[in-house]
Every structure is written in structure tokens, then in C-alpha cells.
Nanobody, 124 residues
Framework: QVQLVESGGGLVQAGASLRLSCAAS????????MGWFRQAPGKEREFVAA????????YHPDSVKGHFTISRDNAKNTLYLQMNSLRPEDTAVYYC?????????????????WGQGTQVTVSS
């Protein structure tokens, strides 16, 4: 059973940086496409980033491009999300996701495994 455990969230001021981590276990992490989603109160789940199994390709939507960066370390079975210049609108619960298939996708239904989420709160 694949397990994903996020960490690194917290309360920060606007303009600060945070790095989220996602520790994976119970599966072939190095073969999975990985990603991040977020969900703010009262809003729909939003795609944040995805990365291929080997880290060679990544996709960030325009809403976070240039200030969030996804990366992975297959030797440590860990996925990261570096978040810079945080804004109050980045406040949300951030979820790590995985799918045992190739190809980047922004559709939440295409991801088989989800972590419990980590809260990020950005104050103005």
C-alpha cells in the first residue's frame, strides 16, 4: 500500500518561502508520476505541479509558475515543492499525489494515491 506523508507547512508572512516535502513508502516511487494539489476553504481543488518519474519534465500552471518549483529525489523517495514569494492567496491545504503511470496530468482523478495534506497559511 502506497503511503504519502506531507510535511513542511505552517504559518508565514507574505513574501516568505516554504519547502514542502512528501515522503513516499510502500511502492515503486521512482516509477511514479508525482504532483501537488491544493484546496483553499470554500474552493475547488487546484492543480499546482507535476513531475515525471525521473524528474526530467515538470509542469506548473500559470497560477504558480515562477514562484513554485516541484522536484524529487528518488534516492530518498521524497517529493518537494519549493514555494517562494508566498501570497495570502496561496493559503490552502497542500496534497501530495502519485500515479503509477507515465505522463503529466492536471486531472485529480488520474492520481491513485493522495497524502493527508499539510496546511499552509500566508498572512498579509
Amino acid at each position: 500500500q502506497v503511503q504519502l506523508v506531507e510535511s513542511g507547512g505552517g504559518l508565514v508572512q507574505a513574501g516568505a518561502s516554504l519547502r514542502l516535502s512528501c515522503a513516499a513508502s510502500g511502492g515503486s516511487f521512482s516509477s511514479f508520476t508525482m504532483g501537488w494539489f491544493r484546496q483553499a476553504p470554500g474552493k475547488e481543488r487546484e492543480f499546482v505541479a507535476a513531475i515525471t518519474w525521473n524528474g526530467a519534465n515538470a509542469y506548473h500552471p500559470d497560477s504558480v509558475k515562477g514562484h513554485f518549483t516541484i522536484s524529487r529525489d528518488n534516492a530518498k523517495n521524497t517529493l518537494y515543492l519549493q514555494m517562494n514569494s508566498l501570497r495570502p492567496e496561496d493559503t490552502a491545504v497542500y496534497y501530495c499525489v502519485a500515479r503509477p503511470a507515465s505522463g503529466l496530468t492536471f486531472s485529480p482523478s488520474r492520481y491513485n494515491y493522495w497524502g493527508q495534506g499539510t496546511q499552509v497559511t500566508v498572512s498579509s
